[in-house]
């Protein structure tokens, strides 16, 4: 389990460096789960096939509900920086590639 924490840390990590857009500043109480742990579930949901609510009670918290993380605006808001995420990440892995040519 140690190993999925810290792989969730890394991913946690890098996805500001591609998504420059999640730096905004909300109003409010703070949610259970941010938008960068969100993505970085979604992310490691995807590399591991272990559900996004199974990884967050592992990783996050044991308290955490559903509705918790799969409101409809919610949802819309984290697909969007997924999407800008792994557009940066390709058109930088593009780069990296013509520059080593």
Not at 23 to 47: E, F, H, M, N, T
Request: aromatic content about 10%; hydrophobic content about 40%.
């Amino acid at each position: 389990m140690n190993y999925l924490f810290n792989l969730f840390q890394q991913i946690q990590q890098i996805i500001p460096t591609y998504c420059p857009t999640v730096l905004s500043v909300k109003v409010g109480r703070a949610p259970k789960v941010s938008d960068v742990q969100l993505c970085a579930l979604y992310i490691l949901s995807y590399i591991t096939n272990i559900p996004v609510l199974n990884l967050a009670k592992t990783l996050i918290d044991y308290s955490i509900q559903s509705w918790h993380l799969f409101r409809k605006e919610r949802t819309k808001r984290i697909y969007k920086l997924l999407r800008e995420y792994m557009q940066n990440r390709a058109m930088s892995i593009n780069l990296l590639k013509t520059s080593l040519r």
